[in-house]
């Protein structure tokens, strides 16, 4: 890619610009950081790019990303003690163990060099401190630790947007639960197929022991004092595949007669925050966006000549294996007919405060073994994208960041792995386009919906399917595209990508309001990621007007101003509230629990839709009043929906200075502007959203919250939270002009 024609340092002035030599770099670098806190990185060669990105990145973030190398390398015993063990072994036990050579090459011809200068300069950053801790490292006890290239490959952040084995688990003790009928018909795949129980599959041999270890590794990191609890973004949740959104319109559409992009990818809503910003300017280099602030690059955002971002597709990328141990030997499996020898390989993990642990990590020739039943002569092992070369989350994508075109943008996206991801494109020629990227697992004979077996070799992967049979779509008719984890498999699609998607009512709620038409704004979009407006609600106000509710005439009041409300759940909405705590206790009486707990919403709304059933509604209505009145007493004018579902930002440690929060939240985990979460709190979420406008870079808008520092010192720690929670946005400059505009503070890195 073309490198700006921009002077470094001629244009800057000196005066005023802190100055720091560093052993490492071969010229030196300017680094601008605007009034928001986002770093311009403008550097020589490419090595020193990423050399500084790493440098300013531990700056910026260093005890979040320390945290991340330890949970993702099995080092957080080392530091927390005994308790991290067994999660120390399982980050072990899957991460990448092939050919070295393969895997950084799969990423592209330079991952490693960029894998290296980026980590040279995080410890670059470490060793500036000269032994001294920083006040989170201080507060906790311990030093930051030294880097390698292997750091940023590890497997866990990827496994944890991986959840098809959790999903295999979870299915088969339905089965066992409710029957397969049931679930055929109350949580059926998506498309709809019969569930099919693999041969030879004995149901009873899954347990929910299974996924201890496995949901304890991609689980928040619970600190050895039972009052913390630090919650990295890396534990497990749905939230990205059940909140993300992204569309894109051509010209024709617009105002500016370009394209514009909207990408609001979600996971847990955190401090510090889960994405981290940065503009990044060298040879082969002009991109900006935001991306894991442990990774170099950018994961979403633009270059010169492209804009792109993402949703989750859901591929389903894992299958779990159900091994027979030899009786006679547990070191043994079975596998078509005959004994094969586990690869076994130990390894030693340092423990605070205790004598270092020797563990066993074992594989079967389907993956690493998750789980061993030894009185039943079982083993379960994983079979997942992951352990391919390649297999790190986002980092592949450091490739279409380069790219210049749609044909590039899908030769870059051949290296994408994980996680599956719905990748919109727009151009600055005019053009847009969508592709499912990922690698999606070739099943010829299975779904992939139940663990099989692994000694018969009947169910084995056939390969994984080229980009160019995924589904895609460029400059389509309608002029617009839009995913939110929706099924997105167009009609009469021949392959099999999954059975699990988010319901559709987000995707929705964005076509309609695409299709509402007009020439859009960058401050339509705005609007339109803001939006809040459910379509649940209205299906349930369809639902509520065949019922006439009982006699009392406070009921009926409450009827009435639900019926007359818009539908939209804002944080200062009463009937917002009454539909939500209504809805709640509904799904708990028109499926009894443990169903209820299984059973989706769109379920629910489908089941209200077909059988009139007013005892149900007069039954949870009653109970959801009563819900309320204890929360807010009597008066309706106290009844708020943002009184009820707030977000509140805690911190990894729990210092009271450190959190932020509770604040208001409108929407929920089915509006575009997705607020999801446990008993009515928002925890998973858009944290990083943007607007690119592809008539003017510098036109286009974003947000991260808190705020692109994660040191509870500096000012830029949660200075986007007000501004987060009240929609604004800021402005995202990209040419060097627009930059200096922004400029608070010059920073110059030189070699030493």
Same mark, same amino acid.
């Given at each position: 890619?073309?490198?700006?024609?921009?002077?470094?340092?001629?244009?800057?002035?000196?005066?005023?610009?802190?100055?720091?030599?560093?052993?490492?770099?071969?010229?030196?670098?300017?680094?601008?950081?605007?009034?928001?806190?986002?770093?311009?990185?403008?550097?020589?060669?490419?090595?020193?790019?990423?050399?500084?990105?790493?440098?300013?990145?531990?700056?910026?973030?260093?005890?979040?990303?320390?945290?991340?190398?330890?949970?993702?390398?099995?080092?957080?015993?080392?530091?927390?003690?005994?308790?991290?063990?067994?999660?120390?072994?399982?980050?072990?036990?899957?991460?990448?163990?092939?050919?070295?050579?393969?895997?950084?090459?799969?990423?592209?011809?330079?991952?490693?060099?960029?894998?290296?200068?980026?980590?040279?300069?995080?410890?670059?950053?470490?060793?500036?401190?000269?032994?001294?801790?920083?006040?989170?490292?201080?507060?906790?006890?311990?030093?930051?630790?030294?880097?390698?290239?292997?750091?940023?490959?590890?497997?866990?952040?990827?496994?944890?947007?991986?959840?098809?084995? &959790?999903?295999?688990?979870?299915?088969?003790?339905?089965?066992?639960?409710?029957?397969?009928?049931?679930?055929?018909?109350?949580?059926?795949?998506?498309?709809?197929?019969?569930?099919?129980?693999?041969?030879?599959?004995?149901?009873?041999?899954?347990?929910?022991?299974?996924?201890?270890?496995?949901?304890?590794?991609?689980?928040?990191?619970?600190?050895?004092?039972?009052?913390?609890?630090?919650?990295?973004?890396?534990?497990?949740?749905? &939230?990205?595949?059940?909140?993300?959104?992204?569309?894109?319109?051509?010209?024709?559409?617009?105002? &500016?007669?370009?394209?514009?992009?909207?990408?609001?990818?979600?996971?847990?809503?955190?401090?510090?925050?889960?994405?981290?910003?940065?503009?990044?300017?060298?040879?082969?280099?002009?991109?900006?966006?935001?991306?894991?602030?442990? /990774?170099?690059?950018?994961? /979403?955002?633009?270059?010169?000549?492209?804009?792109?971002?993402?949703?989750?597709?859901?591929?389903?990328?894992?299958?779990?294996?159900?091994?027979?141990?030899?009786?006679?030997?547990?070191?043994?499996?079975?596998?078509?007919?005959?004994?094969?020898?586990?690869?076994?390989?130990?390894?030693?993990?340092?423990?605070?405060?205790?004598?270092?642990?020797?563990?066993?990590?074992?594989?079967?020739?389907?993956?690493?073994?998750?789980?061993?039943?030894?009185?039943?002569?079982?083993?379960?092992?994983?079979?997942?994208?992951?352990?391919?070369?390649?297999?790190?989350?986002?980092?592949?994508?450091?490739?279409?960041?380069?790219?210049?075109?749609?044909?590039?943008?899908?030769?870059?996206?051949?290296?994408?792995?994980?996680?599956?991801?719905?990748?919109?494109?727009?151009?600055?020629?005019?053009?847009?386009?969508?592709?499912?990227?990922?690698?999606?697992?070739?099943?010829?004979?299975?779904?992939?919906?139940?663990?099989?077996?692994?000694?018969?070799?009947?169910?084995?992967?056939?390969?994984?399917?080229?980009?160019?049979?995924?589904?895609?779509?460029?400059?389509?008719?309608?002029?617009?595209?839009?995913?939110?984890?929706?099924?997105?498999?167009?009609?009469?699609?021949?392959?099999?990508?999954?059975?699990?998607?988010? &319901?559709?009512?987000?995707?929705?709620?964005?076509?309609?309001?695409?299709?509402?038409?007009?020439?859009?704004?960058?401050?339509?979009?705005?609007?339109?990621?803001?939006?809040?407006?459910?379509?649940?609600?209205?299906?349930?106000?369809?639902?509520?007007?065949?019922?006439?509710?009982?006699?009392?005439?406070?009921?009926?009041?409450?009827?009435?101003?639900?019926?007359?409300?818009?539908?939209?759940?804002?944080?200062?909405?009463?009937?917002?509230?009454?539909?939500?705590?209504?809805?709640?206790?509904?799904?708990?009486?028109?499926?009894?629990?443990?169903?209820?707990?299984?059973?989706?919403?769109?379920?629910?709304?489908?089941?209200?839709?077909?059988?009139?059933?007013?005892?149900?509604?007069?039954?949870?209505?009653?109970?959801?009043?009563?819900?309320?009145?204890?929360?807010?007493?009597?008066?309706?004018?106290?009844?708020?929906?943002?009184?009820?579902?707030?977000?509140?930002?805690?911190?990894?440690?729990?210092?009271?200075?450190?959190?932020?929060?509770?604040?208001?939240?409108?929407?929920?985990?089915?509006?575009?502007?997705?607020?999801?979460?446990?008993?009515?709190?928002?925890?998973?979420?858009?944290?990083?959203?943007?607007?690119?406008?592809?008539?003017?870079?510098?036109?286009?808008?974003?947000?991260?919250?808190?705020?692109?520092?994660?040191?509870?010192?500096?000012?830029?720690?949660?200075?986007?939270?007000?501004?987060?929670?009240?929609?604004?946005?800021?402005?995202?400059?990209?040419?060097?002009?627009?930059?200096?505009?922004?400029?608070?503070?010059?920073?110059?890195?030189?070699?030493?």
């Amino acid at each position: 890619m073309r490198t700006p024609l921009v002077l470094l340092f001629g244009l800057v002035q000196a005066l005023g610009a802190e100055e720091i030599v560093l052993a490492g770099l071969e010229k030196p670098v300017e680094i601008l950081r605007d009034r928001w806190g986002v770093p311009h990185i403008y550097a020589q060669t490419s090595a020193d790019l990423f050399f500084a990105q790493g440098y300013i990145t531990a700056r910026d973030r260093l005890f979040q990303i320390d945290l991340w190398r330890r949970a993702g390398s099995g080092k957080l015993a080392e530091v927390f003690g005994p308790s991290m063990t067994a999660r120390d072994r399982f980050a072990r036990l899957v991460r990448f163990r092939g050919d070295w050579n393969a895997e950084w090459q799969s990423y592209g011809p330079d991952t490693r060099e960029i894998a290296k200068a980026f980590t040279d300069g995080i410890n670059a950053s470490i060793r500036s401190l000269d032994g001294k801790r920083p006040l989170e490292f201080r507060l906790a006890g311990y030093d930051p630790g030294a880097w390698a290239p292997e750091d940023i490959v590890a497997r866990i952040a990827g496994l944890l947007m991986t959840r098809n084995v &959790s999903r295999e688990v979870a299915r088969a003790l339905d089965i066992q639960r409710f029957g397969r009928e049931t679930v055929e018909r109350l949580l059926p795949p998506d498309p709809l197929i019969p569930i099919r129980i693999p041969n030879g599959l004995d149901l009873g041999d899954i347990s929910t022991a299974i996924l201890g270890d496995y949901n304890q590794a991609i689980g928040a990191v619970r600190l050895p004092d039972p009052a913390r609890t630090a919650s990295l973004g890396l534990e497990a949740d749905d &939230s990205e595949w059940s909140g993300s959104n992204n569309w894109i319109v051509d010209g024709t559409l617009t105002k &500016s007669g370009k394209p514009l992009l909207a990408s609001d990818p979600h996971r847990p809503v955190q401090i510090p925050s889960l994405r981290k910003t940065v503009h990044l300017v060298g040879p082969g280099w002009n991109v900006i966006g935001a991306g894991e602030p442990a /990774l170099p690059g950018i994961a /979403l955002g633009h270059n010169e000549h492209i804009g792109f971002g993402f949703t989750i597709v859901g591929i389903d990328q894992a299958d779990l294996y159900v091994e027979k141990v030899n009786p006679a030997n547990p070191d043994e499996y079975l596998h078509r007919g005959g004994w094969r020898k586990m690869e076994v390989v130990r390894e030693t993990i340092p423990v605070m405060g205790a004598p270092a642990r020797v563990v066993e990590l074992r594989y079967t020739l389907h993956g690493p073994v998750i789980h061993e039943e030894l009185g039943r002569h079982r083993a379960y092992a994983l079979k997942w994208v992951g352990s391919e070369p390649g297999g790190a989350g986002y980092l592949a994508a450091l490739a279409p960041a380069r790219a210049a075109n749609w044909p590039e943008f899908l030769r870059a996206l051949e290296r994408y792995k994980i996680p599956s991801e719905n990748m919109a494109y727009a151009d600055r020629d005019g053009n847009i386009g969508w592709v499912a990227s990922g690698a999606a697992p070739i099943r010829n004979n299975w779904s992939g919906l139940l663990p099989v077996p692994g000694d018969s070799g009947e169910y084995e992967w056939g390969g994984y399917l080229k980009l160019a049979q995924h589904p895609k779509l460029h400059n389509p008719a309608r002029h617009w595209i839009a995913t939110a984890n929706h099924n997105i498999l167009p009609g009469g699609y021949p392959h099999v990508l999954g059975y699990e998607w988010a &319901s559709p009512f987000r995707f929705q709620r964005v076509a309609e309001m695409l299709e509402a038409g007009g020439r859009f704004t960058v401050a339509d979009f705005e609007r339109m990621q803001q939006d809040v407006s459910s379509i649940p609600a209205r299906r349930f106000q369809q639902i509520v007007r065949r019922w006439k509710p009982p006699a009392s005439s406070r009921e009926q009041k409450i009827v009435e101003r639900l019926l007359a409300w818009d539908g939209k759940l804002s944080a200062d909405s009463t009937p917002a509230l009454i539909f939500e705590m209504w809805l709640a206790r509904l799904h708990g009486i028109v499926f009894e629990p443990p169903l209820a707990g299984r059973v989706d919403l769109a379920m629910v709304l489908k089941t209200l839709e077909a059988r009139h059933n007013p005892e149900a509604l007069e039954k949870a209505l009653r109970l959801a009043l009563e819900d309320i009145e204890r929360s807010f007493g009597s008066d309706m004018n106290q009844w708020q929906w943002g009184r009820l579902h707030t977000i509140e930002f805690r911190h990894p440690i729990n210092e009271r200075g450190f959190h932020r929060g509770p604040v208001a939240r409108p929407g929920d985990g089915n509006t575009v502007n997705s607020t999801s979460g446990g008993n009515f709190r928002q925890t998973n979420g858009a944290s990083f959203r943007m607007i690119l406008d592809l008539s003017d870079w510098d036109k286009s808008v974003m947000t991260n919250v808190p705020g692109e520092s994660g040191d509870p010192a500096s000012r830029h720690y949660s200075d986007l939270l007000e501004d987060w929670a009240a929609g604004k946005y800021h402005s995202m400059p990209f040419t060097r002009k627009a930059v200096e505009t922004f400029t608070v503070e010059r920073l110059r890195l030189l070699p030493r």
